[in-house]
C-alpha cells in the first residue's frame, strides 16, 4: 500500500482462455459490481481474440478490459501482430508491455518496451510495465541493479501516474508457486519508487507499482500489504474468479 494510492487487482490470462471461460469473468465483473471497487479498481487483461466480448461484458461492471502485448507500430505489414490501437479498438482500457515471457520468447529488449509504452499512449491505452529479475540474477545479488536497469531502459521518460503502472514480476516467482519475502518485496518496490523518482520526479509518487508472481488469495494479505505495493498482476489465479475475487478481497483485511 502506498497513501493515496488506490490499488489495482490486475490479471493476465496469457493464452488462455476461449468463450468459454468468458463466463468467469462475468463473475469477475458481477463481484467488483458487489461492493468490492470500494476496496480496489480491477483489470482483466485477455487475449487479443476475447477482448471485444470481454469488454462488452465488463462494460456494465467496474472491472476494466486490457490486452496482453501490443506492436510498437500503428499498422502495417507485421503479420500476426496487433497494435496498441486495435487493442483501443476492441475495448481495453490498458495494455501489458515488457512481459517475462515476451522478453524471453521473442527476445524483445528494454528498447522496445519503452517504445511499446510510448505506442499504447499514443493510442490513449495505460501501459502496464513489466519489470523483474531471473533466477540467476537474484542468486548473483544482481536483482536491484537488474531493476535499475530496466526502469532505465523501459520506462519511457515522460511516463506519469496517470498513463504508465509498473508491474514488479521477479521472473523465477511467476507460475512456480513460489514468491519472495515480504522483506524482499519490500527492499524491490522501495527501490523501484526510488529510482522511478530519480527519473519521473514527482509523477513517480503516484504511480502504481504492482507485485505480480504466484499471487492467490492465501498470500495476497501479506505480500499486497507490503508498503509501496500498489496492487497485484496475477496470472493463473485470474483464470478462476473465485481465486481473483479472493485476491481482491484480501483488501478488506490491509489497512
Ligand atoms: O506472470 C504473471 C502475471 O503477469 C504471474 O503469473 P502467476 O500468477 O501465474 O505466477
Known amino acids: 500500500m502506498t497513501p493515496g494510492i488506490r490499488p489495482l487487482v490486475a490479471g493476465n490470462w496469457k493464452m488462455n482462455g476461449t468463450s468459454a471461460s468468458l463466463n468467469e469473468l462475468r463473475m469477475i465483473g458481477n463481484g467488483f459490481m458487489s461492493g468490492l471497487d470500494a476496496e480496489t479498481e480491477a483489470l482483466v487483461c485477455v487475449p487479443a481474440t476475447l477482448l471485444a466480448h470481454a469488454a462488452e461484458i465488463l462494460s456494465r461492471t467496474p472491472v476494466r478490459a486490457g490486452g496482453e502485448d501490443c506492436h510498437t507500430k500503428e499498422s502495417g505489414a507485421y503479420t500476426g501482430c496487433i497494435s496498441a490501437e486495435m487493442l483501443k479498438d476492441a475495448g481495453a482500457s490498458h495494455v501489458i508491455v515488457g512481459h517475462s515471457e515476451c522478453r524471453e520468447q521473442s527476445g524483445e529488449d528494454d528498447a522496445t518496451v519503452q517504445a511499446k509504452a510510448s505506442a499504447a499512449w499514443r493510442a490513449g491505452l495505460v501501459a502496464v510495465v513489466c ?45 512456480t508457486g513460489l514468491t519472495p519475502t515480504a522483506a524482499d518485496v519490500a527492499e524491490a518496490h522501495a527501490h523501484i519508487r ?11 509518487a503516484k504511480m502504481r507499482i504492482l507485485y505480480g508472481g504466484s ?5 495476497a494479505v501479506e505480500l499486497l500489504g507490503v508498503r509501496n505495493v500498489d496492487g497485484a498482476l496475477v496470472g493463473g489465479a485470474s483464470l478462476k474468479a473465485a481465486d481473483f475475487l479472493g485476491i481482491a478481497e484480501a483488501y478488506r483485511n490491509i489497512s
Request: aromatic share 4%; charged share 25%; proline share 7%.
Open 131 to 175: 519489470i523483474g529479475e531471473t533466477r540467476a540474477e537474484r542468486e548473483a545479488g544482481n536483482t536491484l541493479d537488474v531493476l535499475s536497469r530496466q526502469i532505465a531502459g523501459s520506462v519511457p521518460p515522460d511516463a506519469t501516474a496517470s498513463n504508465t503502472i509498473i508491474a514488479y514480476e521477479p521472473v523465477w516467482a511467476i507460475g
Open 194 to 204: 526510488e529510482k522511478l523518482s530519480e527519473k519521473l520526479g514527482s509523477a513517480a
Open 215 to 219: 499471487v492467490k488469495p492465501s498470500n
